[in-house]
């Protein structure tokens, strides 16, 4: 990987087809995603020097990494996010958890991404594991994704920027197709890949063009 000097992000930015809030936070987010914590150090301090985006901005497209990279990449990437602010924020008060008003925003925010196959894919995982079927529901679109501070098309954008560079390519293809159903244009879609190329090896960004453009190309 280049060496993430401050020109490389202004002509990443520089692409019009992703606003540049949008496109630091996916950069940050994929690469605490692969334990890039370098990457995500400059992302972060090229993002909050030139008022690209917000602490809470960042702090909210790292801290949803967990989960698809796993606590570790939360925690550490957070850390970084932490370490580069010159003011602290203040302790916040954590609203207590309520599993009825989880579920149901999670359902409404799952139904939202994944439409007509909605009802398929809860009944697929379902027999697989009831339990994950449930903790998707509420740990993951409940009480993560619906939360304020970014917007639902930014965290699925950042969702598939994060499995792309993971590899895990069933979930990019349904999350490429879930960015699409609630806002991203093809062109916002397509747009992940100059930042994906720069994190990941030659082979991975191919096969993440190919799958890219066979959802897009499926979905016109």
Wanted: charged share 20%; hydrophobic share 40%.
């Amino acid at each position: 990987m280049n060496t993430l000097t401050p020109q490389i992000f202004e002509i990443l930015i520089a692409d019009d087809k992703l606003s540049p809030t949008t496109r630091m936070l996916c950069f940050a987010a994929t690469a605490a995603s692969i334990n890039n914590m370098n990457a995500v150090e400059s992302a972060v301090v090229f993002s909050l020097s030139n008022t690209l985006a917000t602490h809470t901005e960042l702090y909210e497209s790292l801290l949803q990494t967990y989960l698809f990279a796993g606590f570790p990449a939360a925690l550490e990437s957070l850390s970084v996010l932490y370490n580069c602010l010159e003011n602290k924020p203040n302790k916040q008060t954590i609203p207590t958890y309520n599993l009825n008003e989880y579920r149901l925003r999670g359902e409404n925010l799952c139904r939202r991404i994944y439409t007509n196959v909605y009802e398929k894919m809860r009944m697929k995982l379902g027999k697989i594991s009831p339990e994950l079927d449930q903790w998707m529901i509420i740990e993951g679109y409940g009480k993560t994704l619906s939360r304020p501070g970014i917007p639902t098309k930014t965290r699925e954008l950042i969702s598939a920027s994060s499995l792309a560079a993971l590899g895990w390519e069933n979930q990019l293809y349904s999350h490429i197709r879930g960015a699409v159903n609630v806002g991203a244009t093809h062109s916002e879609c397509r747009a992940l890949l100059p930042g994906l190329r720069i994190l990941c090896d030659a082979g991975r960004y191919s096969r993440t063009e190919t799958i890219i453009d066979s959802v897009l190309e499926g979905l016109q």
